[in-house]
């Protein structure tokens, strides 16, 4: 039978007063230290007893300090997050999964930028270790050479996102980018098409790159020119892409890098009065809001943003509960989907979609 509550914790409802441990156990006529056994799962209590406890904590309406137990058992409950820019829906989409996963085990999760620049990656990851952060995951910039494989960061769980980090503990989570190029590309050659120029707003970032890469293997296998230009940023995209389209030879058909780079082309291609597919294919490489609702709809490689940003979180989670043992990194790499649409040429009633194949 459960003794009645002293006339000290009686009223502690109705008390400015915040309960304490002391005051649950009192109630509960047990132990602090089995009341803090019962909230932190560390030790089995007789059945009798966490009844009793449970009803106190209702009773008292307690609530536990968070800041006083993590500085108790060194744990902050709070992973970080380390993007180029929350501005590219890509990138904020990882961060909402994250974040998603972050909330179904108890952690908070703190979110900077680094404006793809190294040495901002790397000040913001010291910072985030100095303010208690239990592990990090990190979607490196534009470089191949990131900071955060030095020995500072070796006893906190590290999972990189979309590229690579050159450190064998730290697990990779990545999309078939290279697979997902070479699909789109021989589905402009299965149109019929030979003159296929590959548009990119940059050369240097990894993921870019890999996707070059299976465009030039799609070309290679089918004996045809490559074409490839590389600097279409905001600032030289309509310059470019109107040489492009005004040489003797215009391609007949293009496959784009990235969202920012096909948006980028469709801007110009607008200004040209260019008609999509009569007189241009297209395909471009992720998806983004509204592209199935333009005049032309568009064809896209779409990347699993939201799965990626989940499986690296659940990674670094497990990373948190093996603490103690040693870690070899993994390499996942998820399949992406060709989106079948209208700016290829194929006139479908409704979307279908062909998957990269598992390399």
Request: with cysteine; net charge positive.
């Amino acid at each position: 039978m459960t003794p009645p509550a002293p006339p000290a914790v009686r009223s502690t409802a109705k008390s400015r007063r915040r309960a304490t441990i002391a005051d649950v156990a009192r109630m509960a006529n047990v132990a602090p230290m089995t009341v803090s056994r019962v909230l932190t799962g560390a030790a089995a209590v007789r059945p009798d007893k966490v009844k009793r406890i449970q009803d106190a904590i209702q009773l008292l309406h307690y609530k536990p300090n968070e800041t006083a137990r993590a500085l108790r058992s060194q744990r902050s409950r709070i992973i970080g997050l380390i993007v180029p820019r929350l501005s590219d829906p890509f990138f904020a989409t990882i961060a909402h999964a994250v974040n998603n996963v972050a909330v179904d085990n108890g952690y908070s999760i703190l979110i900077t930028t680094s404006n793809d620049e190294e040495e901002t990656e790397y000040s913001q990851a010291q910072l985030m270790v100095l303010r208690g952060v239990e592990g990090i995951l990190i979607i490196p910039g534009a470089g191949y050479h990131s900071k955060l494989n030095r020995l500072e960061f070796e006893h906190v769980p590290l999972v990189a996102l979309d590229k690579p980090i050159d450190e064998p503990s730290i697990d990779s989570v990545f999309v078939e980018n290279f697979q997902g190029s070479r699909l789109a590309v021989e589905h402009l050659i299965a149109h019929g098409h030979t003159r296929i120029t590959c548009i990119s707003d940059a050369s240097d970032l990894y993921t870019l790159h890999k996707r070059q890469q299976g465009y030039e293997q799609a070309m290679i296998d089918h004996d045809l020119k490559i074409n490839t230009i590389t600097d279409c940023t905001a600032q030289r995209a309509s310059e470019r892409i109107r040489l492009l389209m005004q040489s003797k030879n215009p391609p007949t058909a293009i496959f784009t890098t990235n969202g920012p780079a096909t948006r980028n082309l469709l801007h110009t291609l607008l200004e040209l009065a260019v008609k999509l597919p009569d007189d241009l294919a297209l395909i471009g490489f992720d998806d983004f809001e509204f592209a199935d609702m333009l005049q032309t709809s568009l064809t896209v490689v779409r990347q699993p943003a939201s799965e990626m940003g989940r499986i690296a979180a659940l990674r670094l989670f497990e990373q948190l509960q093996q603490a103690n043992q040693p870690h070899i990194g993994k390499i996942i790499t998820l399949p992406v989907d060709l989106v079948i649409r209208r700016s290829c040429g194929c006139k479908p009633r409704l979307p279908s979609r062909q998957r990269s194949p598992r390399t």
